[in-house]
């Protein structure tokens, strides 16, 4: 569900037109709906209430500080993965009992900073980071939570790229090395290693491979703890998938209907690190037609955004539906033409989307790609040395700059 909706065949963003946006803030643009956040959280908040977890957004999705500030004043805590995003944690305001750390290559700075501001979490990837860790905590006097990430390889239906579950993949550490850090664990003096974690991927529309890595993982805390070690925490990931097309995703309730019975398996509290799920379809990118360009094979609409802006078609072959600012009623099919949709940027695989069918395109109109508001403006670059786009966030009739567009001196700021 989402709050971009037509009235008199005009797209509106809550109760703001999305014309009146492109024209007050140019375009590109990413336009998101304040409610459809917050909406999609207290979804997630109310399916979960009777286990009452630790709910995470992962910031990874979408590190826009406007956009986290909305989830942290609802009670979220933050899903990190770098240095930028914890400096970011910080200026939100969250508290950092509500921090969790993961990735496989944190550097020793990170490390240090995250220990020193008390950060509740870190979810530790090898055995080489965990050592790091306790060295860090032993230096600073100081003794930090750990949770064990653990890989269940668990092979989920979704794009090769983003499946970070199965044993082929650089996340999180087996079973039998799991084993012996929870048996070893005094040998980290400085750390109390007293969590696991799983995260098996991202756009995941069915609960069954979540389930089976459950199990897996709910069995291991079992074993664990016929060894007399308790285990206090157990974080399982995000990766619910949304709607882009015609997926059929489970909703909030689906989910926590499938996994709950699982869940009571272990005195384990719980995190969930939700991300997509929220802001996915909270988001969408407005772009201006800029060329109608006619070959003998194929219809071009070329727009101002590009894959600089949103990457997802270009990486994943990722289906965003893209509909049209000012849409239009017809009666006649022939009226309909199929138009690949194409960025500015010098790469054939530079596409917003392919064989999309409109009415009457005509250069100067404008059109929304939805579902843009995970991995879009997060994954954006400079590429070409396009500049970053704004970014707004509509709230009932209101919208407001959360991010403004780049300029040309931001683009050579930091060379020297």
């Given at each position: 569900?989402?709050d971009?909706?037509?009235?008199?065949?005009?797209?509106?963003?809550?109760?703001?037109s999305?014309?009146?946006?492109?024209?007050?803030?140019?375009?590109?643009?990413?336009?998101?709906?304040?409610?459809?956040l917050?909406?999609?959280?207290?979804k997630?908040?109310e399916?979960?209430?009777?286990?009452?977890?630790?709910?995470?957004?992962?910031?990874?999705?979408?590190?826009?500080?406007?956009?986290?500030?909305?989830?942290?004043k609802?009670?979220?805590?933050?899903?990190?993965v770098?240095?930028?995003?914890?400096?970011?944690?910080?200026?939100?305001?969250v508290?950092?009992?509500?921090?969790?750390?993961a990735?496989?290559g944190?550097?020793?700075?990170?490390i240090?900073?995250?220990?020193?501001?008390?950060?509740?979490?870190?979810n530790v990837?090898?055995?080489?980071?965990?050592?790091?860790?306790?060295?860090?905590?032993?230096?600073l006097?100081?003794?930090q939570k750990?949770?064990?990430r653990?890989?269940?390889?668990i092979k989920?239906r979704?794009?090769?790229?983003?499946?970070t579950g199965?044993?082929?993949?650089k996340f999180?550490?087996?079973f039998?090395?799991?084993?012996?850090?929870?048996?070893?664990?005094?040998k980290?003096?400085?750390?109390?290693v007293s969590?696991?974690h799983m995260?098996?991927g991202?756009?995941?529309v069915?609960a069954?491979?979540?389930?089976?890595?459950?199990?897996?993982?709910?069995?291991?805390?079992?074993?664990?703890e016929?060894?007399?070690?308790g285990?206090?925490?157990?974080?399982?990931?995000?990766?619910?998938?949304?709607?882009?097309?015609n997926e059929?995703?489970?909703?909030?309730?689906?989910y926590?209907?499938a996994i709950?019975p699982?869940?009571?398996?272990?005195?384990?509290n719980?995190?969930?690190?939700?991300?997509?799920?929220i802001?996915?379809?909270?988001?969408?990118?407005?772009?201006?037609?800029q060329?109608?360009k006619k070959?003998?094979?194929?219809?071009?609409?070329?727009?101002?955004a590009?894959?600089?802006?949103?990457?997802?078609p270009?990486?994943?072959?990722?289906?965003?539906e893209?509909?049209?600012?000012?849409?239009?009623?017809?009666?006649?099919?022939?009226?309909?033409k199929?138009?690949d949709?194409?960025g500015?940027?010098?790469?054939?695989?530079?596409?917003?989307?392919?064989?999309?069918?409109?009415?009457s395109?005509?250069e100067?109109?404008?059109?929304?790609?939805?579902?843009?508001?995970?991995?879009?403006?997060?994954?954006?670059?400079?590429?070409n040395?396009?500049?970053?786009v704004a970014?707004?966030?509509?709230e009932?009739?209101?919208?407001r700059?959360?991010?403004r567009?780049?300029?040309y001196?931001?683009?050579?700021?930091?060379?020297i």
């Open positions: 569900m989402h971009f909706n037509y009235k008199h065949n005009d797209l509106y963003c809550e109760s703001v999305v014309e009146e946006l492109a024209k007050k803030y140019g375009t590109p643009l990413y336009v998101y709906s304040r409610n459809t917050i909406s999609h959280y207290r997630i908040k399916a979960f209430s009777p286990i009452n977890p630790l709910i995470c957004f992962s910031m990874k999705a979408n590190s826009n500080m406007a956009i986290c500030k909305v989830l942290v609802e009670g979220s805590g933050l899903d990190i770098s240095g930028g995003e914890l400096y970011k944690a910080f200026k939100i305001g508290s950092s009992r509500k921090i969790v750390y990735g496989v944190k550097t020793e700075k990170e240090e900073i995250g220990i020193r501001h008390h950060i509740f979490l870190f990837e090898s055995i080489p980071e965990l050592e790091l860790i306790n060295k860090v905590a032993g230096r006097g100081m003794r750990v949770a064990i653990i890989n269940p390889d989920a979704t794009h090769r790229y983003i499946i199965h044993g082929e993949n999180g550490v087996d039998e090395t799991a084993r012996i850090i929870f048996l070893d664990k005094q980290y003096k400085n750390l109390s969590g696991v995260h098996i991202s756009q995941i069915d069954k491979p979540f389930i089976k890595a459950m199990e897996r993982i709910i069995d291991f805390i079992k074993d664990m016929r060894h007399g070690l285990i206090r925490w157990f974080n399982i990931g995000g990766g619910l998938g949304i709607i882009y097309s059929k995703p489970q909703t909030a309730k689906e926590a209907k709950l699982i869940l009571k398996n272990t005195k384990a719980i995190i969930i690190e939700p991300g997509r799920f802001v996915g379809n909270a988001g969408a990118l407005i772009t201006k037609v060329y109608i070959t003998p094979s194929k219809n071009f609409a070329i727009v101002d590009s894959m600089n802006d949103l990457i997802r270009s990486l994943y072959g990722a289906y965003h893209i509909l049209p600012v000012r849409s239009h009623f017809y009666s006649d099919s022939k009226e309909i199929d138009f949709v194409v500015p940027i010098c790469e054939s695989g530079d596409f917003l989307g392919k064989n999309r069918k409109f009415i395109l005509k100067g109109d404008l059109l929304s790609v939805m579902g843009a508001g995970a991995y879009g403006f997060s994954m954006s670059s400079n590429y040395s396009r500049l970053r970014e707004v966030m509509v009932g009739s209101k919208s700059l959360i991010r567009r780049e300029t001196e931001d683009l050579i700021r930091t060379e």
